[in-house]
């Protein structure tokens, strides 16, 4: 006969721990802020009084403030092309709920315009290009003088016809062709 086992009390089951909680996703990176502290303005008082008009236009409380989701649009009423990555850097990348809830005075306006003035988006010689190689149709470094005239009258900030014939001088060839390299140069030398 087997010798008895010494006979244990079961335990009581352990109570289920909860599983700790996930460590928080590392947020992503943020691009640097900018600094708006040491922002010189550079306005004069006609402009200072025709950008402070047009803030207005956008205050809808009635508290002379507006949404940090509304700084771009005013800037580009004010004639300016700010991409919103570069509007988010100059409000120090805020969150979706501060873009909407957060507001700014004219006064705190008035740096994040000089900003984009001071650092105008410029597009290279190699941008114009590519966007020019869009219409070269045969792949031969030439697009069509005649669609080239009808982009430059119809799309983005439209050219007169006297700004086109200006611009297009000398630069077709004996077939209507326009070498686009050529003609990057010659506007980027203008």
Known sequence: MAPKKDAKKPEPPKKAEPAPAPAPAPEPPKADAV?????????????????????????????????????????????????????????????????????????????????????????????????????DKEGNGTVMGAELRIVLSTLGEKMSEAEIDALMQGQEDENGCVNYEAFVKHIMSV
Do not use: C, H, W
């Open 35 to 135: 600094d708006l502290s040491g922002v010189k303005l550079d306005f004069t008082q006609d402009q200072m009084e025709d950008y402070r008009e047009a803030f207005l236009l956008f205050d809808r409380v009635g508290d002379s403030k507006v949404a940090y989701n509304q700084i771009a649009d005013i800037m580009r009423a004010l004639g300016q092309n700010p991409t919103n990555k570069e509007v988010t850097k100059i409000l120090g990348n805020p969150t979706a709920d501060d873009m909407v809830n957060k507001r700014v005075d004219f006064e705190g306006f008035l740096p994040m315009l000089q900003v984009v003035i001071n650092n105008p988006n410029k597009a290279t010689y190699d941008d114009y290009v590519e966007g020019l190689r869009v219409f």
